[in-house]
């Protein structure tokens, strides 16, 4: 199966926009149903003690760029996942791992899988952002093949499935990111100069791993 589309981010630079998806906790928060997502060494990893070590986490968005760089997705690295999603009658728990291909400014890459009780998918995706008169255009695609109940069901069921779930998540991306620029506001507003520009580029440099000796 295959799947594609264009969402628009209103009102936010690439930058800003890359740096969001940069952040496992926004995008963690951000996706429909996901329970944890958290890197892991092993690309097979132990969800039932993933289920545990997440069970009383607290994890909160932050406009701090040197956290944010911290955490900030690698390539080559593995995310593990755990996501319920609806698909028709059924609403299958998936254990997702995720491995970072490739991540190359303004582009990224990824290949994964996940497994449930019922059904399973292997998957390839990417996105490239680029900028718009009105903000931030993200073109994504995904080709999965999916096994099981999930599978019997059809595109025409899966299809539109997939399709609000990336909706879902983008939006949520857009509000979060919104809230973050009233956030940076209010601090300006209280004295700050041109601080949240700033902390912008160091963190895209430190994530692009560019350097400042130049500047």
């Known amino acids: 199966m295959e799947f594609s589309g264009t969402f628009e981010l209103e009102g936010s630079s690439v930058e800003e926009v890359w740096l969001a998806l940069s952040d496992p906790v ?10 944890f997502l958290v890197e892991v060494d092993d690309p097979d990893p132990d969800f039932d ?3 545990e070590e997440t069970a ?3 994890v909160e968005l932050t406009g701090d760029p040197e956290v944010i760089a911290e955490r900030a997705f690698e390539e080559e690295n593995h995310y593990a996942a755990l996501m319920q999603i609806s698909v028709g009658p059924v609403n299958p728990t998936f254990e997702t ?9 303004p582009k990224m890459s990824a290949v994964g899988e996940g497994s449930s009780s019922n059904s ?4 390839s995706s990417g996105m490239t952002l680029s900028e718009t008169d ?4 993200v073109d994504w695609e995904t080709e999965a093949d999916v096994f099981g109940k999930v599978a019997q069901m059809g595109q025409r069921v899966v299809n539109p499935v997939a399709n609000r779930v990336v909706k879902r998540f983008f ?9 973050q620029r009233l956030s940076d506001a209010d601090v300006e507003g209280d ?6 520009t700033e902390s912008d580029r160091g963190l895209v440099d430190r994530v692009l791993g560019r350097s400042n000796d130049s500047d």
């Open 49 to 51: 003690a993933l289920r």
């Open 120 to 123: 399973s998918f292997e998957m």
């Open 134 to 137: 009105g903000g931030t255009a």
């Open 171 to 179: 939006s949520s991306v857009e509000d979060k990111l919104d809230e």
């Open 191 to 196: 004295g700050a100069e041109s601080g949240g």
């Open 97 to 105: 791992v995720v491995t970072i291909d490739d991540r190359d400014y």
């Open 26 to 35: 926004l995008v963690e928060q951000s996706l429909p149903g996901c329970q």
């Open 56 to 58: 009383d986490r607290e």
